[in-house]
């Protein structure tokens, strides 16, 4: 289950900031600094297409949260220096590069120092603190690039109080605005911190200011902007918290630049504004921070697991230009991971199958053998950097899960999970999968052929372990019968009823499934009797679950994944006994909230 503990800990990082802040939230910078120019640009590795596929690299961030022995000898997120990130660097491009890991990305904390105060320039920018980063920013970018790596660097939404500077500030490259001129009169404040005054974007002059900004960035050679603490998402709603215009406004920022700056949005973004996300930024993050903040830098429980529950209905958003970031890798070495060794490869091989971007948080100088052959197996890093939908769940969303996607050759990207606490056999059913009959099937991670299968194949799990599969049907399309929840012989009953639903097939579906709730199939036909996988499509916000049974039988409790909203038609399929000839299957929400329900499909036997 989710930590109860994760919002707690970013306020925490929040109170750090302002408890050190307090009394200088108007600083006023006493130094001009030089105006950014065109002609300051790093050279750079000619880059692809932005975020034509999921990025790979490095972050600092899970290090410098770790109270792990030695990372951060100085205190909270010490680790954050100029000679870590160059360590990181060098073992990156030793050990990584070749297998397509490219960015170094620098977190939370580049302009702060030691006790978290900040660095500004005479134009309300920050700048690198002089403890951390010596050389300055720019010479860290030109050093990454060096090495034939992408740089990439971090700040929060929002003007932060203490580059406020009383409001006298003047924008860079501007006659006439101040940092007055960028936000509200009343200071109103955002972010996942509320660290930060909100900007004006009905002032022109805030434009100005997040343009300054990106030439800034851009001039010092950045290849990759995280911007965080954006909402709605980061724990946070409301007006003050809406940051769309925003993330927009970089965007158009970035573009002014001439350089292509990925561009990622963090933290827990809100899925209701999925499409404003993918308009405007080259990636988002669905969940909240993997990291532990403890001993380690993760833990199963402490959100690792979460993610099997969270990214489901995100699925359909991904695709080039942008995807769906699950956060951190951190699988690279046992003792700091706080895993073990079946829940480093159930983890990695969730965020390979999901398409997420494959950054790690390790400490890459002390990656072990297994860690290492898990972030460099090529056929687990080809399913996520090739082209085709992210995997999704086509099972309930139990403890036994099977999650499958449609390569562009006409196999299957196929996984198993058991994310329960003990051993089980996980069973991928072809049907499923929309066909019957033979397949070819190989283990991806251990990269063995496992010949053929006739309809089915059961692989034994360790608790938290995985497998992960290439299945290439050798037998016929499933043939169905389809059966529509808003036909008139159905029966719905208390608060059910049909609506309106564009994706859905007829558009139309039955809602209102809650507290007693039911719809009832009434003249579904079995050519036989026998155990069929019924193949739901459903729509629902966020996990719902609702009691499936057939025959006046007692139900059972069937977990539906997120389906990305609504209106968003998502499928798993669900085992039904049927006995031949008619039937009646019921989908009855008992005393709980469940998701709507489109149609139904029954094999032909």
């Given at each position: ?7 707690a800990?970013?306020?925490?990082r ?40 999921p990025?790979?690299g ?5 290090l ?5 022995p ?8 010490s680790?954050l220096?100029?000679?870590?990130v ?11 590069k070749?297998?397509?890991?490219e960015?170094i990305n620098?977190?939370?904390g ?9 660095e500004f320039d ?5 700048q690198a603190?002089?403890?951390?980063f010596p ?8 050093r ?11 700040l929060p ?9 009383g409001?006298?500030?003047p ?9 007055a001129?960028?936000v509200y009169?009343d200071?109103r ?17 805030a434009q ?8 800034l ?10 911007l ?8 946070k ?8 215009t ?8 970035i ?21 404003d996300?993918?308009?405007t930024?080259?990636?988002w ?7 532990c903040?403890c001993d380690?830098l993760?833990?199963?429980?402490d959100?690792?697991e ?22 951190a ?5 046992a ?7 079946a829940?480093r ?8 199958v999901?398409k997420?971007?494959?950054f ?21 890093l ?14 309930p969303?139990?403890d ?7 390569n562009?050759d006409g ?7 058991n994310?329960?606490?003990?051993p089980?056999a ?5 049907a ?14 251990n990269?063995?052929?496992?010949g053929r299968?006739?309809d089915?194949l ?25 059966y ?16 309106d639903?564009e994706e ?11 507290t007693g ?5 009434t003249?579904?036909?079995a050519?036989?009797a026998?155990?069929y ?5 459903y729509?629902?916000?966020?996990p719902r ?5 057939a ?11 997120a ?5 968003a038609?998502?499928?798993i ?5 049927l006995k031949a ?18 149609r ?6």
């Amino acid at each position: 289950m989710r930590s109860l503990t994760r919002p707690a800990v970013r306020t925490l990082r929040s109170a750090l900031v302002l408890a050190v802040t307090a009394g200088l939230a108007v600083a006023v910078p006493t130094a001009q600094a030089a105006p950014a120019a065109a002609g300051t640009t790093a050279t750079a590795p000619s880059p692809a297409p932005v975020a034509e596929k999921p990025y790979m690299g490095w972050s600092s961030w899970s290090l410098q949260t770790t109270s792990y022995p030695g990372v951060n000898p100085d205190g909270a997120y010490s680790y954050l220096t100029e000679a870590n990130v160059s360590k990181q660097t060098d073992a990156l491009a030793s050990k990584l590069k070749k297998f397509g890991y490219e960015y170094i990305n620098i977190d939370a904390g580049w302009w702060r120092g030691w006790d978290w105060t900040p660095e500004f320039d005479g134009y309300g920018r920050q700048q690198a603190d002089k403890e951390r980063f010596p050389s300055g920013m720019k010479a860290v970018a030109d050093r990454i690039h060096g090495k034939g790596l992408k740089a990439g660097i971090y700040l929060p939404v929002g003007l932060e109080k203490e580059g406020y500077g009383g409001g006298r500030l003047p924008v860079w490259n501007t006659d006439d605005c101040t940092t007055a001129d960028i936000v509200y009169s009343d200071l109103r404040t955002t972010n996942g911190w509320d660290s930060s005054y909100k900007l004006d974007f009905s002032r022109p002059c805030a434009q100005k200011y997040i343009d300054s900004q990106a030439q800034l960035i851009a001039g010092w050679g950045y290849d990759f902007l995280k911007l965080d603490g954006v909402g709605p998402g980061s724990f946070k709603s409301g007006d003050n918290y809406d940051n769309r215009t925003d993330v927009a406004a970089w965007q158009k920022a970035i573009r002014s630049t001439g350089r292509p700056v990925h561009l990622e949005i963090s933290w827990s973004m809100d899925i209701d504004y999925a499409k404003d996300w993918k308009a405007t930024s080259n990636g988002w993050r669905v969940d909240t921070d993997v990291e532990c903040y403890c001993d380690t830098l993760v833990s199963w429980e402490d959100s690792v697991e979460d993610r099997w529950r969270d990214t489901p209905g995100w699925t359909r958003y991904a695709g080039p230009g942008g995807w769906n970031d699950l956060d951190a890798i951190n699988v690279g070495n046992a003792a700091m991971s706080g895993l073990t060794k079946a829940e480093r490869q159930s983890y990695m091989t969730l965020w390979a199958v999901a398409k997420s971007p494959l950054f790690s948080g390790d400490d890459l100088t002390k990656i072990d053998d297994y860690g290492l052959s898990l972030m460099t197996n090529r056929e687990v890093l080809r399913i996520n950097q090739q082209p085709g939908r992210p995997a999704e769940p086509v099972t309930p969303a139990g403890d036994e899960q099977v999650w499958a996607s449609r390569n562009p050759d006409g196999s299957y990207t196929v996984a198993l999970f058991n994310q329960g606490d003990s051993p089980a056999a996980v069973t991928a059913d072809w049907a499923s999968l929309g066909f019957t009959g033979a397949a070819t099937v190989r283990d991806v991670w251990n990269g063995e052929d496992l010949g053929r299968h006739k309809d089915s194949l059961t692989e034994a799990l360790p608790a938290h372990g995985s497998r992960l599969l290439t299945v290439t049907p050798n037998g016929q399309k499933l043939r169905t019968t389809a059966y529509e929840a808003e036909a008139p012989a159905n029966v719905v009953t208390g608060t059910a009823s049909v609506g309106d639903c564009e994706e859905c097939s007829g558009a139309k579906k039955v809602g209102g499934l809650y507290t007693g709730a039911a719809l009832r199939f009434t003249d579904v036909v079995a050519e036989k009797a026998g155990r069929y996988l019924v193949k739901v499509d459903y729509t629902s916000r966020d996990p719902r679950s609702i009691g499936i049974s057939a025959n006046g039988r007692a139900p059972v409790a069937t977990a539906f994944p997120a389906s990305g909203g609504w209106g968003a038609v998502e499928s798993i399929s669900v085992p039904v006994t049927l006995k031949a000839g008619r039937n009646t299957v019921t989908f009855d929400s008992g005393t709980g909230y469940s998701p709507d329900i489109d149609r139904i499909e029954v094999p032909r036997a």
